[in-house]
């Protein structure tokens, strides 16, 4: 009796552990096709030299940096990052890495099936390519422009850079860095967590140039000329509040349109899941053209003042996708997006 209890009281454990395990995977898979329009930037998006609104929310999905800002409270989290410390100067900074990082995985490290983990050397070397104005300046100022010796790293000729480092960053092992500033900034972590200063490998850098687009993100990234294309990487090291791996969707594809009424149609057309960031004027004439017989959820997202556009901006999405967020940085965070039910 006592064998037959053990035997049943196993069986209801693996059935639950298999219910379980199947209401998880209920949001994995699955394509999102977002239309978009007005672009007219290089579709290689390489991290040190974003410029726009619309290159750092792309470059959001398939690079992945220290720290990432939250998509619906702005709040800045770790990421790569795990810990930090800084001293009571405010001066002196060390970040613990998530030792379980890992680049996506790409021919530049031997085969298209190889990747390797994220090491302090490699945040050392992209807070580098930011001072470079080699890779672009455009986002020096506002990632590691507080660094000690950065300002004169950024001066150098590039024979001088070649043989020279920026003082106040030390490796202190695999997984450690000591970052010090020439003065301290109370907005050096957030400058951290800006797309541009994602973590890069540098044999991307190597094979690929300021074409590269490896990062640790939770996609892969396919430049194309009529779409960008992001695939799921599965070796993705971020999970969710319930452990289970990200991200939830296999693609993400952003369709180039020539204009919102051409993107507006494809969304009417049931060719597009969702419209992002439009115009109260611009919103109102798209939901005349819906017919009743198609069902959306529209939100709104409030623009700050620093931003060149001030007022409202709307979101129409269907009502299978779950998760989708836009923050008032226009940053859209994708790893926990998901597709209800097929349609």
């Known amino acids: 009796m006592k064998n037959l209890l053990s035997v049943m009281m196993a069986l209801v454990l693996l059935s639950s552990c298999a219910s379980q395990k199947e209401g998880q995977n209920e949001k994995y898979g699955g394509t999102l096709t977002i239309p978009i329009y007005d672009v007219n930037f ?57 030792t379980t990082a890992q680049f996506q995985k790409d021919e530049c490290f031997n085969n298209a099936q190889e990747t390797r983990n994220v090491t302090a050397y490699d945040v050392k070397y992209t807070f580098h390519l930011l001072a470079n104005p080699k890779f672009g300046v455009e986002n020096f100022t506002n990632t590691v422009y507080h660094i000690q010796g950065a300002m004169k790293y950024f001066s150098m000729t590039d024979a001088q850079r070649d043989t020279s480092r920026i003082e106040g960053i030390k490796v202190i092992d695999e997984h450690t860095l000591k970052v010090t500033l020439s003065r301290p900034s109370p907005t050096f972590i957030q400058n951290l967590a800006h797309p541009a200063a994602a973590i890069i490998p540098y044999e991307a850098v190597d094979m690929y140039g300021t074409k590269s687009t490896i990062g640790v993100g939770p996609f892969h990234y396919q430049a194309d000329s009529s779409q960008f294309l992001f695939t799921r990487s599965k070796n993705f090291f971020m999970r969710d509040k319930k452990r289970n791996h990200l991200p939830y969707l296999d693609t993400l594809r952003f369709i180039r349109t020539n204009s919102l009424q051409e993107a507006s149609e494809l969304f009417i057309q049931g060719k597009a899941d969702a419209l992002l960031l439009i115009s109260g004027n611009e919103i109102s004439r798209i939901l005349k053209q819906i017919p009743e017989d198609i069902d959306y959820e529209i939100s709104e997202s409030r623009v700050p003042n620093f931003l060149n556009y001030n007022g409202v901006l709307y979101n129409l999405v269907r009502p299978y996708v779950k998760g989708l967020h836009t923050n008032k940085l226009f940053i859209l965070n994708f790893d926990e997006v998901y597709i209800q039910h097929s349609k």
């Open 42 to 98: 290089d579709p290689y998006i390489f991290a040190p030299n974003l410029n726009g609104e619309l290159e750092k929310s792309l470059a959001s999905i398939f690079y992945t940096g220290l720290f990432q800002y939250n998509p619906v409270t702005l709040s800045v989290e770790n990421a790569i990052c795990e810990s930090w410390d800084v001293d009571n100067t405010g001066l002196v900074y060390v970040f613990h890495l998530d």
